[in-house]
């Protein structure tokens, strides 16, 4: 087996069950409300918040419909892969546009099933059940700002 590249360093200590649930949860805002991936985001073991850019405030019912998207997809037991690339042979669909200036010539891309492709160094779980149950515990509006505060992991 060859030796992993090595990439730029991480200066986080991630909980793979939140940062794993962090991509679906960006692909789910992108499908649902057609917004791109979120622009900040605090990823932790007790409590994350997450923010998007929208036009309006999700709805009550749009907010419940995340949360139920998210958990089933947790359920659907998605495997998470990995693949190493140079920037000369990134897989089509993956976007670059939340790269560091000084990321690495070889990216990790990271797949979670057929749902969501991107480039991270973070640390995942190896297949989506192993998030536990995700709820949004609240969620605020402000000029435009869409933050999403959740838990992962905790029972029903």
């Known amino acids: ?32 409300f057609g917004c ?28 419940k419909a995340i949360e139920r998207r998210m958990n ?10 990995f693949q190493f690339v140079t920037r000369d042979n990134i897989p089509e669909g993956v976007m670059l546009d939340k790269l560091p200036e000084n990321a690495s010539d070889t990216l990790r891309i990271v797949r979670i099933g057929d749902y969501d492709v991107c480039p991270c160094i ?3 779980v190896e297949h989506t059940g192993e998030i536990g149950h995700f709820r949004i515990t609240s969620t605020s509006w402000h000029e435009g700002s869409f933050r999403i505060v959740f838990k992962v992991g905790e029972p029903k």
Do not use: W
């Open 1 to 32: 087996m060859g030796q992993e590249p090595i990439l730029n360093g991480h200066n986080k200590a991630e909980f793979p069950p939140a940062h794993t649930a962090e991509h679906l949860l960006n692909q789910t805002m992108v499908r649902m």
């Open 36 to 63: 791109g991936r979120s622009k900040d985001m605090h990823i932790e073991r007790k409590k994350s918040k997450i923010n998007y850019e929208l036009n309006q405030c999700p709805t009550e019912e749009q907010v």
């Open 72 to 81: 089933e997809l947790i359920a659907e037991d998605l495997p998470v892969s």
């Open 122 to 124: 973070g640390a995942h």
